[in-house]
C-alpha cells in the first residue's frame, strides 16, 4: 500500500528514503532477482583478532541494520563485508593500469626507447640520494 501525499509530508527524509528501498527490494524479491549474501570475510582463513570501532550517522546505522536483516545477517558480518569489499576493489583500481591500444603502443615505446635524462631528472636524482637513506 502506497502512503498518501498528507502522510509522507509528516514523514522525515529517512523514512520516505527507507521506504523507497524497501519498496525496491520488495519487488526485487517477487521478481526473484534477489541475490543471495555471500560473505567475503568468512572465507578467509584467519582469526578475526582486530577491532574496528567508529561513529555513525542515525540514518546510516538504520540502513545497514534494515539491509543487514534482508540478506539474513547480522549488522557486523554485513558492514565487514561491505567495507572489505569496498576495500578491495579501492586498492585494485589503484594498483592497476588500464590503457587503450594506441596508448598501450605509445607506453611501450617509451620503455623501449628512453629518452635521455633531463638536467631536473639528474638534480631529482642527486636529491634523493643525498636526503633518503637507502636501505
Known amino acids: 500500500m502506497l502512503p498518501t501525499v498528507s502522510s509522507c509530508r509528516e514523514r522525515s527524509s529517512a523514512d520516505i528514503d527507507m521506504y523507497a528501498i524497501v519498496t525496491y527490494i520488495s519487488m526485487k524479491r517477487e521478481k526473484g532477482a534477489m541475490l543471495a549474501f555471500h560473505d567475503m570475510v568468512a572465507e578467509l582463513e584467519e582469526r578475526s583478532s582486530e577491532r574496528m570501532n567508529f561513529r555513525t550517522k542515525p540514518r546510516i546505522k538504520q540502513a545497514i541494520q534494515r ?32 590503457l587503450q591500444p594506441v596508448d598501450h603502443q605509445a607506453f611501450f615505446a617509451a620503455l623501449n626507447s628512453p629518452s635521455a635524462p633531463t638536467t631536473k631528472l639528474r638534480d631529482a636524482f642527486r636529491r634523493h640520494k643525498e636526503t633518503i637513506a637507502s636501505r
Open 67 to 98: 539491509a543487514a536483516a534482508l540478506s539474513g545477517v547480522d549488522d557486523s558480518v554485513f558492514t565487514m563485508n561491505a567495507a572489505y569489499r569496498a576495500a578491495t576493489e579501492t586498492i585494485a583500481a589503484h594498483e592497476r593500469t588500464t
